[in-house]
């Protein structure tokens, strides 16, 4: 089974701020690789599929990169509705999430 | 627009079963796959099963082969998962999930979560 492993667990940051999320897979998937996000007590998001393209709605400030086993999602200019739980999934031969990452406010 | 309905929470004893159901609207039923996934108090996704609600084809994450049974119910467009021999381990929020258009096992709609708790 191929894993996903998600880097950091828990990323403290403030508004404006840049950061940088990333999931590497432990065989190559492609861009077959998802981010969603997550708010308490509430559902994921899809925010990105095939590793780069936005889904509708989604702001510009967050963007997705790379392809075979290494991918990264960039959140730009962070705003207050931002901090939440980031989840990469990798969905070729069936599915399987990271761990997530806990984005916080510093 | 597209609504996934899940039932109730649940209190289960060790060892029993569990059936969560899931009503969709919003779109033609047969024509998107049915994902689960679950979530353990203060943990991760993960990733259960997809059905196929066309021809119900079943794929079934390794963890919960031979646990686990997804159905549906075209009739009333719902689909259903049933987990037996319920472990302390299994309380979690399960989620539905409408398959995407670009893969069958991403998804983009999602119910709104169903709670189990299993306690003796």
């Known amino acids: 089974d191929i894993q996903m492993t998600q880097s950091p667990s828990t990323l403290s940051a403030s508004v404006g701020d840049t950061v940088i999320i990333t999931c590497r897979a432990s065989q190559s998937i492609n861009s077959w690789l998802a981010w969603y996000q997550q708010k308490p007590g509430k559902a994921p998001k899809l925010l990105i599929q095939?590793?780069?393209t936005l889904e509708s709605g989604v702001p510009s400030r967050f963007s997705g990169r790379g392809s075979g086993t290494e991918f990264t999602l960039t959140i730009s200019s962070l705003q207050p509705d931002d901090f939440a739980t980031y989840y990469c999934?990798?969905?070729?031969?069936?599915?399987?999430f990271g761990q997530g990452t806990k984005l916080e406010i510093k | 627009q597209i609504q996934l309905v899940q039932s109730g929470t649940e209190v289960k004893k060790p060892g029993a079963s569990v059936k969560v159901s899931c009503k969709a609207s919003?779109?033609?039923?047969?024509?998107?796959?049915i994902g689960w996934v679950r979530q353990a108090p203060g943990q991760g996704l993960e990733w259960m099963g997809w059905?196929?609600?066309?021809?119900?084809?079943?794929n079934y994450a390794q963890n919960f082969q031979g646990r686990m049974t997804m159905t549906t119910e075209t009739a009333t467009s719902t689909a259903y998962m049933e987990l037996r021999s319920l472990r302390p381990d299994d309380t979690a929020v399960y989620y539905c999930?409408?398959?995407?258009?670009?893969?069958?096992?991403?998804?983009?709609?999602w119910g709104q979560g169903t709670l189990v708790t299993v306690s003796s």
């Open positions: 999934q990798r969905y070729n031969s069936f599915s399987f």
């Open positions: 999930a409408r398959e995407s258009l670009f893969g069958y096992y991403l998804f983009a709609d």
């Open positions: 095939k590793a780069s």
């Open positions: 059905i196929s609600t066309y021809n119900g084809h079943r």
């Open positions: 919003g779109y033609t039923f047969s024509s998107y796959g």
